[in-house]
């Protein structure tokens, strides 16, 4: 079945330093690429989404990458922050057949000050 | 603007006793819908999507099951929880088409321990 990696399962760096978190699916028909951001028992929120005819997407500290010859797909996080800190998902989509997610297993990123 | 509810928030149920878990979105009509699980700090497991009323898709084979009597409303069931269905359950949306087609949200999701 459809299957997402993601790595590494921990991630720790210094306030001010870049963070990246990488993703490979299996699904060659994914056409869609959402990362949501989860903090410490509440809902996982989207913070940035790629789709499939895009090879880059930029909004302020944060970027995504998407390699679709590779199947693999990276979240970027410039000028960490504290606030940052919270386990990040990354998920493939097909928008067909119920537009189904599958979830990679979390990054947990602690950002010390 | 779109708003998805879930209740209850937190639910502590013994061993063998039934579960109804309830999810309602507002704002928006035939949304596709999602029930998934997360186990203590691990990941997202989907377990049933709903394109429309009546139409439901397991993802899982488990003692649970859904149910979609209106088109904004999804319900996640059991007749007998197990130890192993305690985790955070997780409603979500999405709307096809438009600008923001793409993008599925969560509900504020029900804490559940089964003791």
Not at chain 2, 25 to 36: A, C, D, M, R
Not at chain 2, 69 to 74: G, H, N, T, V
Not at chain 2, 90 to 100: H, N, S
């Amino acid at each position: 079945g459809e299957n997402v990696e993601q790595h590494p399962s921990t991630l720790s760096v210094q306030e001010g330093d870049s963070a990246v978190i990488k993703c490979t699916y299996s699904d060659s028909a994914s056409n869609y690429f959402p990362w949501y951001k989860q903090e410490l028992g509440k809902r996982p929120q989207l913070i940035i989404d790629i789709r499939s005819n895009v090879g880059e997407k930029k909004d302020q500290r944060i970027a995504v990458t998407l390699n679709k010859t590779a199947k693999h797909f990276s979240l970027h996080i410039t000028e960490t922050q504290p606030e940052d800190s919270a386990v990040y998902f990354c998920a493939a989509s097909r928008s067909d057949g119920g537009f189904k997610t599958i979830f990679g297993a979390g990054t947990r990123l602690f950002v010390k000050a | 603007s779109q708003t998805i509810h879930q209740w209850p928030a937190t639910l502590v149920q013994p061993v063998g006793s039934p579960l109804s878990l309830e999810c309602t979105v507002e704002g928006t009509s035939n949304p596709n819908l999602y029930w998934y699980r997360q186990a203590a700090g691990r990941g997202l497991q989907l377990l049933f999507y709903s394109v429309g009323i009546g139409q439901i898709s397991s993802e899982v084979p488990q003692n649970l099951s859904a149910s979609r009597p209106q088109d904004r409303q999804f319900i996640l069931s059991s007749k007998k929880l197990l130890l192993s269905d305690s985790g955070f359950y997780l409603c979500a949306w999405r709307i096809l088409g438009g600008r923001k087609g793409y993008e599925q949200y969560f509900g504020p999701g029900t804490r559940l321990t089964v003791t």
